[in-house]
């Protein structure tokens, strides 16, 4: 009997605490430290390495994180390339596998892991999208074939190391890509949050500081800049993923493929040429991001106008604040309800009007692609000319800054 009790006692401390009968913080720091792993597996290994290949991994850490994801989400590397291959090929459109813009931010937010699993049957989306993925023996039998494996061995693991607790820890661990990467990258991530450049598609920044999803954080940057290792682009944002890149490079553990252009200001030239005409193209980005604080600084100059004149409470005023708002913003990004609003705001200052017009101009020269780059360079010349000769110093400014971009 007294054997059966120490047994019966064992079997609940166990229950009660695990193996380690480890502290309520010391389980915390463990459960931290295993979400932090798979958020990195997701985001240096599926996501930049193997979806846009930024980067080429060292066989070691690249088959860690295999393993890793294996363990801890379920994961398919070839489904979840596929997808978001496929979101990036159809972003904001119907075929978009999880756009907030089209199916609706709570749906995303709520449903985002079974429109993963939902697009990770469609066969079509595997072939198209899902080539150039690991297909080696392990891959085809124990990660593709028993994916359900893994996170049942997470499950014993934490069950044995906590007991009861472990169940909690394993649930935190399951559920922490769906809500990060399925919910608030792909649906926060689409909906709110700031730009530092027009994409063609509605990404945000959800935080200048890419700390607790591995700067998944800074999503506006990386649809502008899709192919890029490095996440963060302004002095104020930070990429922890790309500190970990870092780190595995100088090990010699991976090796960095592309990151984004970094626009350079040099001697302003006296005539653009061809090299200033190929730097412009290359930081076509970061150019039309310059041009719209240069839109915003004209529509403060006009209030600072008004403002003088005592006509703050005038529609003209209000008029001019929501010019300040929007006008950097691609027109396709403005809301339709304030559109009228910016047209009289336009149509009542020639220097707006002309800042506009001049900005459409200046698309045009990587825009157009019947045109020889001889003709683009004479293009450049004349809108600097014209630029220069409007009398708007925003104008002019923005045209000396042209001149003096270098690769």
Known sequence: MNELMVVRDAVLQWLAYGLTKA????????TLVVTHFTILSVTIFLHRSQAHRALDLHPLPAHFFRFWLWMTTGMVTKQWVAIHRKHHAKCETEEDPHSPQTRGI???????????RAEAKVQETLKKYGHNTPDDWIERNVYTRH????????????VALFGALGLSVWAIQMLWIPINAAGIINGIGHYWGYRNFEAPDASTNVS???????????????????TSAKFSIKPFEFDIGWGYIRALEMLGLAKVRKTAPQMKLGAVKAVADGKTLEAIIANRYEVMARYGKELKRACATEL??????GAQNTAKWAELRLAKRWLHRDEDKIPSAVKPQMERAISASPALAQLVAMREELRQLWTRTNVSAEQLVLDLQAWCRRAEDSGIAALQDFSRKLRAVHA
């Not at 502290?23 to 463990?30: F, I, N, P």
């Open 23 to 30: 502290s309520w913080w010391q389980v915390l720091v463990y």
């Open 304 to 309: 600072d106008h008004l403002k003088a004149q």
């Open 106 to 116: 709570k749906t995303v937010l709520l449903q985002g892991a079974e429109l993963y």
């Open 208 to 226: 200048p500081w890419g700390l607790v999803i591995g700067g998944e954080e800074l999503h506006n940057n990386h649809h502008t800049y899709p």
């Open 147 to 158: 994916s359900a494996l893994g996170i049942s061995l997470m499950l014993i693991i934490n």
